[in-house]
């Protein structure tokens, strides 16, 4: 095992012995060492997907269940963005090449699930590379019939016609569901035909609510993904230097992911010095870095497209100044505090205004919103501030799109394999006149990765330098 010069045994190692904790002299040890990326490589086999398809199967009503994947996407005249399969797609199956559609069959005696692949072609491959094939894909995925993806516009339509219920994504409309669709609609038109389907229903529900709660395998394949993220914020934190731009860190961290074979960020990645913090969604990473500024870094790569989603804001010169390290402080405090009231059965709606008010507090603390608690609240006031939520779902998508609420409309309780970020941040605009200077063009956000466990939380992301006296270490 090895972190840098530093040797330590796997009995040390934070995944493997008892966790250690960090304070200013070992900085380095609260790195995650090699072992960790080793011993959490290929967490899933055929057998995770099929038991996903059966609960989802179970989950239905006799009917056809399609969801297809993704298309490329064009960047610019011929050329593509990198391909991403669709997570609903890749949840039930693990295969991770376009052109491909899975069906799930439903009757009152049996069920059935039948993927159509794209079949194996020389003159395709010579220029695209190989594809799996129908006999391959029948050998390794586990789906009980695969078919070459050119049969499936008329047998698509050969399937709807023995069913009356179809589960689909309502909202795609790509070409594989189009045609899905459209074949409904002939049948509903034919004469003599003895079904057709009479009701849709919306399968991206039922697959988002199953992909809420994380097995152990994905769990671990989310662990990875923020082990890596990790040692790519500790370098932007060891290597930034006054003077340095955005990009530069940005490329430094992309190498950090690439290097250990995350290939993919789970998203565009902001780098924002300054001012440039208070912009959201900043991601044009072009500006320099003032040696007296803070720099929000809020990037993270993906594994076996799990995403990581890490947010730290440091100083550029390794030292906080004054007013930041009291700004910091404070929203470090408002983070801790909503993580460890994280636990089975808290709503996360409850979550959201707990922060809100904490944040809301803050503020008035600081001097920069005046009045009553509750009365600013009700206002509003503090989301000039704090505009955005606390946290997010995450898992095959950064922000994954699990429900929020029940099908009553209530807000969901947290339940042991929910995974959330808890993300506050303060932005203050340099033009802000109505706050006292020195908080000026100063934007903060802390984020981390939680785990709901049986006993509370756990913070996937724990590792990663976030106190001031860590940061602090680690800059230097
Ligand atoms: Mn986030």
Known sequence: MRYANVEFSSAECPEQGDRFSLNSENVSLKTVCDFCYLWHNNAMNENHFLNRRNKLL????????IIASASPQTRSNDTEYPYRQNSDFYYLCGFDEDNSVLVLIKTAHESKTLLFVEEINDEHALWNGAR?????????????????????PEQIQEILREHTRMYIDLYDE???????????????????????????????????????????????????????TAEAHHEAMRICRGGMMEYELQARMTYQFQSRGALCEAYGAIVAVGNNANTLHYIDNRDILG??????????????????????TFPVSGKFTEPQKELYEKILEVQ???IAAMKPGVKRDW???????????????????????DTLLESKAHKKYAPHGIGHWMGLDVHDPCPYVDESGESLAFLPGMVMTVEPG?????????????????????????????????NLSYMIAKTVEEIEGMCR
Do not use: P
Request: hydrophobic share 40%; with cysteine; proline share 0%.
């Open 58 to 65: 179970e989950r239905m009503e006799a009917g056809v269940a």
């Open 291 to 312: 040696n007296d500024d803070l720099v929000l870094i809020d990037a993270a790569c993906e594994w076996e497209l799990y995403a990581s989603d890490i947010t730290r």
């Open 174 to 228: 790509g070409h594989f569901l189009s045609q899905a669709k459209q074949g409904a609609k002939a049948l509903q038109a034919a004469r003599g035909v003895k079904s057709h389907i009479r009701t849709m229903h919306d399968l991206t529900y039922l697959i988002r609510s199953m992909r809420l709660i994380k097995s152990e395998e994905e769990i671990a394949l989310i662990k990875k993904a923020v082990a890596i």
């Open 336 to 338: 801790l505090k909503v």
């Open 132 to 152: 799996l094939g129908v006999a391959r894909a029948s050998e390794k995925l586990g789906i009980d019939e695969v078919r070459d993806i050119a049969v499936y």
């Open 426 to 458: 303060i932005y203050i605009r340099s033009d802000d006149e109505s706050v006292e200077e020195k908080y000026r063009g100063i934007g903060i956000r802390i984020e981390d990765d939680i785990l709901i466990t049986s006993e509370g939380c756990e």
């Open 351 to 373: 979550l959201q205004r707990y922060s809100e008010e904490l944040l809301c507090q803050l503020l008035i603390d600081l001097g920069i919103l005046h009045g009553d608690l």
